[in-house]
Nanobody
Framework: QVQLVESGGGLVQPGGSLRLSCAAS????????MGWYRQAPGKQRELVADISSGGRTTYADSVKGRFTISTDNAKRTIYLQMNSLKPEDTAAYYC??????WGWGPGTQVTVSS
């Protein structure tokens, strides 16, 4: 059974940083392209960043240059380093494969506000 558990969110001021983690179990982690998604209130869930099994990364234009996705295959954990946060980054953040193929975890809330 696949389980994805996100953590690391919180309240941060504009310009601040956060590091999100996603612990994955029940999968052979390195077989998949993994992604971070986010969903703001009233909006559809969107892909923020992804990383292939070979380490190739892609980013949404809105976060390019500010966010960095990485993985630790031994720990089966995906990270999202978020710098220079903006109020528009406020959302619940989730991890999943890209395209998504498993049930969604609980997510972790990121709120950027002064």
């Amino acid at each position: 059974q696949v389980q994805l558990v996100e953590s690391g969110g919180g309240l941060v001021q504009p310009g601040g940083s956060l590091r999100l983690s996603c612990a994955a179990s029940g999968i052979i982690f390195s077989y998949y392209t993994m992604g971070w998604y986010r969903q703001a209130p009233g909006k559809q869930r969107e892909l923020v960043a992804d990383i292939s099994s070979g380490g190739r990364t892609t980013y949404a234009d809105s976060v390019k240059g500010r966010f960095t996705i990485s993985t630790d295959n031994a720990k089966r954990t995906i990270y999202l380093q978020m710098n220079s946060l903006k109020p528009e980054d406020t959302a619940a953040y989730y991890c999943n494969a890209r395209p998504s193929r498993w049930g969604w975890g609980p997510g972790t809330q990121v709120t950027v506000s002064s």
